[in-house]
């Protein structure tokens, strides 16, 4: 595993630090590790607005670290395990426990969630 994350250069990793350096995007990668989320659960699990979910969103999108997908109306994301840096993130994510209580507030904010 370590053996991928070497080949990637210092730019990318950089980027892709600064990228997860914003707790909503580092909690949003993380949850998307274990599901597919549509735009309007992350609303409700963060309790942000729709436009600011989506500007969160779109880095991710742009930086390749997550997967689009349209089903009907809706807009759900999934983690892009093709994208060079996705042993770094797996890596990065994998420091947050499963336990950790603003992830467990998160994911039971998102089983209310309707779409």
Known sequence: MLATVATINAKRVSS???TLGDPTR???MKLLSSDDYCVCQFVDMFDMSQPSISQHLKKLKIA???NEERRGQWRYFSLNTE????ELIQQILQQIPDSDEVLQQLRCRGENATC
Do not use: A, F
Not at 83 to 86: D, M, T
């Open 16 to 18: 892709c630090l600064k």
């Open 64 to 66: 390749d670290y997550v």
């Open 26 to 28: 580092m909690l949003m």
């Open 83 to 86: 994208c060079p840096e996705h």
